[in-house]
């Protein structure tokens, strides 16, 4: 489904948890990683289209999340002609997307990659919200950047003792969470010094 200017409707998820740290996921079998996004189907709106894309990208169901806010506007970039199937060439030039912040009420233990038979990450991990853009394919790195701007104004107040909460920990192995919860217990129970919060 185009658009009259050849722009395909998209969605693009940015999920936070409780430090802030936004998902960022490993398209499969490559080296890019990206945020879970997809296309606006047939009879769809912006939200439906998100929550089908959340659960069949990272696997989390409506109650997993809070939506904090959304871009105003639509967000395009073209896609190079190298990309598009031949057959395609002339008609389609990109996405339109409309992105959503996402705050993660579930745990970390909800995420699953393999929730569909046709899954796009291969693994995962939290970064910080202005995670390094170098890692994504060089044609969409205007728009995440528009829209980690656009969305920065709408990020949740984040309590200091989040930093040692283990449910933001990379969930990646068990044997990682472990650890990172003995790290987080050990800082706790030494007494850091917490930056103020404002």
Known sequence: MLDRDGFRPNVGIVLLNQRNQVFWGKRIRTHSWQFPQGGIDRGETPEQAMFRELHEEVGLQPEHVAIVARTRDWLRYEVPDRYIRRDARGHYKGQKQIWFLLQLTGFDWHLNLRATEHPEFDAWRWNDYWV????????????????????????????????????????????????????????????PELPPTS
């Open 132 to 191: 390094p853009l170098d890692a994504v394919v060089d044609f969409k790195r205007g728009v995440y950047e528009m829209a980690l701007t656009e969305l920065s104004r709408y990020l949740p107040r984040v309590d200091a003792r989040a930093r040692f909460q283990p449910s933001g920990f990379r969930g990646q192995t068990a044997v990682d969470n472990a650890h990172a919860m003995d790290v987080a217990a050990q800082q706790a129970s030494s007494g």
